[in-house]
């Protein structure tokens, strides 16, 4: 099956700092998510983005599918991002399910 | 609001029951879905179903079931089978067939077997 594997796997930054989180996967995709879970579990659909670029205030993501990888961009970060960020991927022969990252740890202190 | 409802949010049992975990959703959507969480770790699919009455194993099987017999309805249950049972389990929902349809989670129920 497809490998997806994301970095860094811990990133510590100060209320305020900009980050970039990556995501490489091995095989071609259909679909490519990034999901945000909170420290109470709950998980947030953040991007649906297959492919190209999208923006949603302070988080913007890429996705250069020819190439197989994905970044999230973080700007300005809070301590409310704070949490785990996961990229999931659909194989293109895989029927609509997603494979999840091992995803990384992000904490933004204050 | 629409959403999807997992219940209970945590559930205790003894080692050799089986339990069942419930997951509904109204959003008319689709697909469902079961993940397995462990501490520190991503999520592993256990098995999915894109229309009622159909499903399909994912990564991790072994040791559970599921029925579909209702669009919305999707209940899990891990058997006695399932050596290491205690995790955080998460249900999903989707549309099939459409463009930029992102999976949904409800907030999960966490299974302490002992």
């Known amino acids: 099956g497809i490998q997806v594997e994301q970095s860094p796997p811990d990133l510590i930054l100060q209320e305020g700092a900009n980050s970039t989180l990556r995501c490489n996967f091995s095989?071609?995709?259909?679909?490519l998510q990034w999901f945000h879970q909170n420290p109470w579990g709950q998980l947030i659909n953040l991007f649906y983005?297959?492919?190209g670029t999208k923006q949603n205030g302070r988080l913007s993501a890429t996705t250069v599918a020819t190439e197989r990888y994905s970044l999230l961009y973080i700007s300005s970060s809070q301590t409310t991002d704070s949490g785990v960020y996961f990229c999931a991927v659909e194989e293109e022969t895989s029927g609509s399910r997603l494979t999840f990252g091992e995803g990384t740890q992000l904490t933004v202190n204050p | 609001d629409g959403g999807i409802t997992q219940s209970p949010k945590y559930l205790f049992r003894k080692e050799g029951q089986n339990v069942t975990l419930s997951c509904e959703q109204n959003?008319?959507?689709?697909?469902m879905y079961w993940y397995r969480q462990d501490p520190g770790q991503g999520l592993r699919l256990i098995y999915y179903s894109q229309i009622v009455n159909d499903f399909q194993k994912g990564d991790i099987a072994e040791g559970y079931s599921v029925s579909r017999e209702k669009k919305e309805s999707f209940p899990l249950t891990v058997t006695s089978a399932q050596k290491n049972p205690t995790a955080f389990y998460l249900c999903a929902s989707t549309k099939t067939q459409a463009y930029n349809s992102p999976l949904h989670f409800g907030n999960g129920t966490r299974l302490t077997v002992t």
């Open positions: 959003l008319n959507h689709d697909a």
């Open positions: 983005i297959p492919s």
């Open positions: 095989d071609s995709v259909n679909n």
